[in-house]
């Protein structure tokens, strides 16, 4: 159900890279929203823009090159794109953390856990230094961290990468942010530790009442946490909508192809990947009309020459394709992974 | 650790003798003596000096007696220096080399960081093109060539400050200046392209995202890192210290340990060269202990086993 406020809502976002070859469309024209203890995934192939995308919202994009071009980002009242970066230092780490792909060099490496935690709560809660170490330990401790007082004291390469990234949630859960959002949290892990973080993230939604965020590139990884899908491709959405309408009635091509690069978590039915061939469009110079026409293997003479527009297929349920236009041919995906 | 820092002491110990060693033999083996480059002195009297210096003795036994002594940490008579002990030279000459050497340092290090720092915040601006010129400079020109130039332009010329001399605090500025240029401008290359590394990895950006102002990610965050590298500098740099030092007091005409050792060697003063040589040695191999501590002061992956941490 739709709020009248959204926590989080991002209009018509369009952020581009200023390089010598030129401007990278790295993200152009996207629009989402998330509500209040609502969990959101993103996928798509990595370089489609996802990573831009909440590092906008963030306003972590590295400028130059990076700039948001234009849109808006309305959080809390306030759009953030306007927001002078004095004022952003104040909602950053405070109202949305975030955490980041790789655990292993998302720490700093001469500063105890214990500094680096605590120096959240001292800059956005004033704690006092013994205060904030409290309730670092009680955040480790929440996080599935043993010896959370001797932990404090120890540095990142004393840690394992499933600990570092459990630091990092507990470090980016800190100020109880509204908006928790992970930048592919276990792709640099090994499948086990992957399954322990998701398993603590799915566990921590639970408990506490943050919006999450869920970057990756893996459909498998994010049924399980989230409600609602968000499919990018080439820096556009694509497809849109709840886990359901996804997963059993994707309308948009490329979602079909993720869903076949996905592997059955029931070993019985393990099909063979398949994944998608051809490479994502150059968004040094994006192509006039759907950037998956190159692969698509249901494209049209129409798809190379105009965008496609938004089709609602039921409320909530988003594509972008000219497959559903009604003139268009009947193409369907089955459970099984064919195309029909 | 005490462990390693034991056996880098012997080690230390070690490094010296051989310096001590090799200084005697080399220097004794050079033709002429400390008292042959004056008129020909009556071989009476020459027969004399040789005697009460022990310049007759075979070389091994002078070589074991100077062991002895500096091993209780006498280092001899000096030749030239009518009725003064080299511990006399030391006394008076090694506060000044050590003021001159401190202040020198303290620039180096501060310089150096805060406009690496600096240049790197502001690549490719005015400040950063101004840096790096600068530290071009710094790099190619020689000591003795700044030394000079400051002492006629800055201190004859302008008389800004005091061209030569020693005993007040604006003596210091110009020699201190001349022997700091060199590692000023590699620290700022050095902390500049560290810095820049550093401001593009991972836990910057995670700094960032926690909100932290701008001084804080540079300062607690960035600058420890970047400053790794340039403890690597350290070792050479207190050796450029200590070496340049030579020409500086020279060129400045400040008594200092520097001077002792330039003029000793011209005077075949063997006691003030091994003396100086000796306390060289030393001064270099505790500083480079030192920076080897100073390494896991800014680096905890750093353990004092010599190996890295994983
Ligand atoms: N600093 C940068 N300079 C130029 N292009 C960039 C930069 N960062 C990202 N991009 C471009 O933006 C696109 C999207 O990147 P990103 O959001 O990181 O992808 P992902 O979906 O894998 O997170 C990529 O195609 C990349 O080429
Ligand atoms: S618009 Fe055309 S090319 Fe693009 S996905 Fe749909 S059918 Fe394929
Ligand atoms: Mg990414």
Known sequence: ?340 | MARYLFGRIVSALLVVWLVVTLTFFLMHAIPGGPFSSEKILPPAIMENINQRYHLNDPLANQYLDYLKNIAHFNFGPTFRYEGRTVNDLFREGLPKTIALGLVATVLALVGGTMMGIIAALKQNKAPDYIATFLATIGVSVPSFVLATFLQYFVGFKTHWFPPIGWGEAKNLVLPALALSAYPIAQITRLTRSSMLDVLNQDYIRTAKSKGLPGYIIVLRHALRNALIPVVTFMGPFFAYILTGNFVVEYVFNIPGIGQFFVTSIGNRDYPVIMGTTILFATLLVTFNLLVDIAYTVVDPRIKLTGRKGA
Request: proline share 7%.
């Open chain 1, 1 to 340: 159900m739709q709020q009248l406020h959204h926590l989080l809502e991002v209009d018509n976002l369009s952020t581009s890279f200023f390089t010598y070859a030129g401007e990278v469309r790295a993200v152009s024209g996207v629009s989402f929203y998330i509500d209040e203890g609502e969990a959101l995934g993103i996928v798509g192939e990595s370089g489609c823009g996802k990573s831009v995308t909440v590092q906008s919202v963030m306003r972590l994009i590295p400028s130059p090159p990076g700039k948001i071009v234009s849109g808006q980002i309305r959080f809390l009242g306030q759009d953030l794109v306007k927001l002078p970066e004095k004022q952003m230092t104040t909602i950053r780490g405070k109202s949305m953390g975030m955490i980041f792909q790789d655990p292993m060099t998302s720490l700093n490496p001469v500063l105890t856990i214990g500094r680096q935690m605590t120096e959240v709560l001292q800059r956005h809660e004033g704690l006092g230094k013994q205060e904030a170490m409290d309730r670092a330990e009680k955040y480790l401790e929440m996080v599935g961290i043993p010896n959370c007082k001797r932990r404090l004291k120890q540095y990142p390469h004393e840690f394992s990468g499933g600990m570092r990234q459990r630091v990092m949630i507990a470090m980016a859960l800190l100020c109880n942010p509204k908006l928790l959002i992970a930048d592919e949290p276990t792709t640099a892990l090994d499948v086990t530790i992957q399954a322990q973080i998701l398993e603590l993230m799915k566990d921590l939604k639970q408990k506490i009442n943050t919006s999450i965020i869920l970057i990756t590139h893996d459909l498998g990884v994010v049924a399980g946490l989230c409600s609602r899908i968000i499919v990018m491709y080439g820096g556009k959405i694509v497809e849109s909508g709840t886990v359901q309408d996804i997963y059993k009635s994707p309308q948009h091509p490329y979602t079909w192809g993720l869903l076949k690069s996905v592997p059955r978590l029931d070993a019985l039915s393990r099909t063979k990947l398949v994944p998608i061939h051809g490479t994502p469009p150059d968004l040094l110079k994006p192509p006039v009309g759907c950037g998956f026409t190159a692969r698509c293997a249901h494209a049209m003479k129409i798809c190379a020459e105009q965008p496609p527009g938004i089709t609602e297929i039921n409320p909530g349920h988003q594509v972008a394709c000219w497959l559903l236009h009604p003139d268009a041919p009947k193409s369907t995906f089955d459970e099984k992974g064919r195309v029909g």
